[in-house]
C-alpha cells in the first residue's frame, strides 16, 4: 500500500539574482529589482514529499523524525538566515527559487534513504511556487 | 478529464502505539504520539475525483452529492472521535496520517458512481498531509 507524504518547512534567506557575466544594463533589464545590488530577502516554504509502502509495523511510510534531521541538517543549516549568494550552494549559479529547488532536491537525494524521494516545492512567497522532482513529472 | 476538489474538516484524537512491540520500542518508534491517553489534530480533507463534464449539467459531479457522500461515509464516524477505540479500522491499525489516507479512501472510493476517485489526501496540521491515490 503505497502512499506519499509531505512536510512543511520554514526558512528565511536573502539573495540577489546577478549573472556575472551579463552586462549591468542586461542584469537589471532581466532581474529588474531582484537584481538590487544589496540584495533583498524572502520566507521561504518548503514542502518536501516522500513516498513508499506504508509500513504495517509502523503505519507511516518512514520515521518523520529522520526527515526532519535531514532537511534541518541538509538544507536548513545551509541555507537559513544565510545570504544564498554567499553559500557555496551558489558559487557558480544565480539563485533564483529555479536553481534553488533544484539544487535542495538533489542535496535530499544525496543525504536522505529512508524513503524515496518524490519532489520538492518551494514557496518563494505566497505568490509564487517552484517545484521540482528529479526532471520527473510531478504528481498532481 | 476535469478534477475537482472538495475540503472537509473533523477533529480528532489519536495514538501511535503497536501492540506487539515492547513499551520501550513503541516510546523509541513514536516518541510523544505514543502517549496511550491520546492527543488530538484539526484534521483537513482534501478529496479529488477526476471525470468528464456531462454536457446537461455542467458537472463532473454533483458536489452535493459528494457532500452527502463524506459526511456519511467519513466525518460522522471520524469527527470528534477517538479514532483508535472508536473507528473500527484502527482497532488493528495505527491511525497514522497514511493509514487515515488510505482508510478514506477505501469508505469513499465504492460510494462514488458518477466521478472516479483520483486523490485522498490528508492534513494533520498545516504542515503534514498524506496523500494515497488508491493501490497501485
Request: glycine share 6%; net charge negative; charged share 25%.
Amino acid at each position: 500500500m503505497r502512499a506519499h507524504l509531505t512536510k512543511r518547512y520554514h526558512f528565511a534567506a536573502s539573495h540577489r539574482l546577478h549573472n556575472e557575466g551579463w552586462s549591468t544594463e542586461d542584469n537589471l533589464r532581466v532581474y529588474g529589482k531582484c537584481n538590487n545590488s544589496y540584495g533583498h530577502g524572502h520566507n521561504y516554504a518548503l514542502e518536501v514529499t516522500v513516498s513508499g509502502p506504508i509500513d504495517a509495523r509502523t503505519g507511516m511510510i518512514c520515521d518523520l523524525g529522520e526527515l526532519d534531521t535531514a532537511v534541518e541538517r541538509e538544507v536548513l543549516a545551509r541555507f537559513d538566515h544565510e545570504h544564498l549568494n554567499l553559500t557555496p550552494a551558489f558559487a557558480g549559479s544565480v539563485p533564483t527559487s529555479e536553481n534553488l529547488a533544484s539544487t535542495i532536491f538533489e542535496i535530499l537525494q544525496r543525504n536522505f534513504h529512508a524513503a524515496h524521494l518524490e519532489g520538492v516545492k518551494l514557496e518563494e512567497t505566497s505568490q509564487n511556487s517552484f517545484e521540482y522532482a528529479g526532471g520527473g513529472e510531478i504528481r498532481r | 478529464m476535469i478534477y475537482l476538489t472538495r475540503k472537509a474538516e473533523f477533529s480528532a484524537s489519536h495514538y501511535y502505539h503497536n501492540p506487539e512491540l515492547s513499551a520501550e520500542e513503541n516510546r523509541r518508534l513514536f516518541g510523544k504520539c505514543n502517549n496511550p491517553n491520546g492527543h488530538g489534530h484539526n484534521y483537513t480533507l482534501e478529496i479529488t475525483v477526476k471525470g468528464e463534464v456531462d454536457p446537461q449539467s455542467g458537472f463532473v459531479m454533483d458536489l452535493k452529492e459528494l457532500k452527502e457522500v463524506l459526511n456519511r461515509e467519513v466525518l460522522d464516524s471520524f469527527d470528534h472521535r477517538f479514532l483508535n477505540k472508536e473507528v473500527p479500522e484502527f482497532a488493528q491499525q495505527i491511525p497514522t496520517t497514511e493509514n487515515l489516507a488510505v482508510a478514506v479512501w477505501k469508505r469513499l472510493q465504492p460510494r462514488l458512481q458518477t466521478a472516479q476517485l483520483h486523490r485522498v489526501r490528508v492534513y494533520e496540521c498545516s504542515d503534514l498531509f498524506a496523500d494515497f491515490y488508491g493501490e497501485e
